[in-house]
């Protein structure tokens, strides 16, 4: 099995520029979910999904943050307009159910605004 | 409330030492999660608890969750190098995730 896909494994953008990042989950699950990690703040969860339907983002730090998850096997984040504070790694995560089951965690995308 | 407080952050060990890194929650749980990243990857899942007083074992590491399941613990016998990484544990319910202990091994 491939494991959670992300693209791109890093990113560098500009300040003010929009940065899109994807995630491919595990064929079958169900529960997608994307966190933000720094070292001053840990491993933040940002939104989930279950079935698509976007659950929780309360985590979404403000309105440049949107996610969407067009099917069950692709979901996207997007920030626009970047700013350098939203420098970090990007992790998407999947599991069968939202609560429960372990989650199986993408590679990460580290993005790096200037 | 809903956080979970993870100590220590840090920890150095001498390779063949002994490490236990705690999680503790103002509230019951309904279950918690432990996770091990190595440096540059990804947190990958090790072990859930479920039960009150649960003691779970893998190899060198020994995971318990407490009686009221409000804290849970995560100890490792005889470090080896390979155990480097930060360790966090997440409550599961509200998907949330400790700071980390991160393990550094002193060869």
């Known amino acids: 099995d491939a494991g959670v896909i992300q693209s791109p494994r890093h990113e560098v953008t500009e300040m003010g520029q929009e940065v899109t990042l994807r995630c491919k989950p595990i064929s079958g699950h169900n529960s997608l979910f994307w966190y933000r990690q720094t070292m001053m703040r840990g491993l933040e969860l940002l939104i989930y999904?279950?079935?698509?339907?976007?659950?929780?983002d309360s985590g979404m730090p403000e309105d440049r943050f949107s996610a969407k998850m067009p099917n069950a096997s692709f979901s996207t984040l997007k920030i626009q307009p970047s700013e350098p504070r939203d420098s970090a790694v990007y992790f998407c995560?999947?599991?069968?159910?939202?609560?429960?089951?372990?989650?199986?965690f993408g590679p990460g995308t580290r993005l790096t605004v200037l | 409330g809903q956080q979970v407080m993870q100590i220590p952050q840090y920890q150095h060990v001498q390779e063949g030492e002994d490490f236990t890194t705690y999680c503790n929650s103002s509230?019951?749980?309904?279950?918690i999660q432990w996770y091990k990243q190595r440096p540059g990857g990804h947190p990958v899942f090790l072990i859930q608890l479920v039960k009150s007083g649960e003691v779970k074992k893998q190899k060198r590491l020994t995971f318990q969750f407490g009686e009221a399941k409000k804290n849970s613990s995560l100890h490792i016998t005889a470090t080896q190098t390979t155990d480097v990484g930060t360790y966090f544990c997440a409550r599961d319910d509200k998907i949330i995730f400790g700071k980390g202990t991160r393990l550094h091994i002193l060869p």
């Open positions: 995560a999947s599991s069968f159910t939202t609560g429960g089951k372990e989650q199986f």
């Open positions: 999904f279950n079935n698509n339907v976007p659950i929780d």
């Open positions: 509230t019951t749980l309904s279950n």
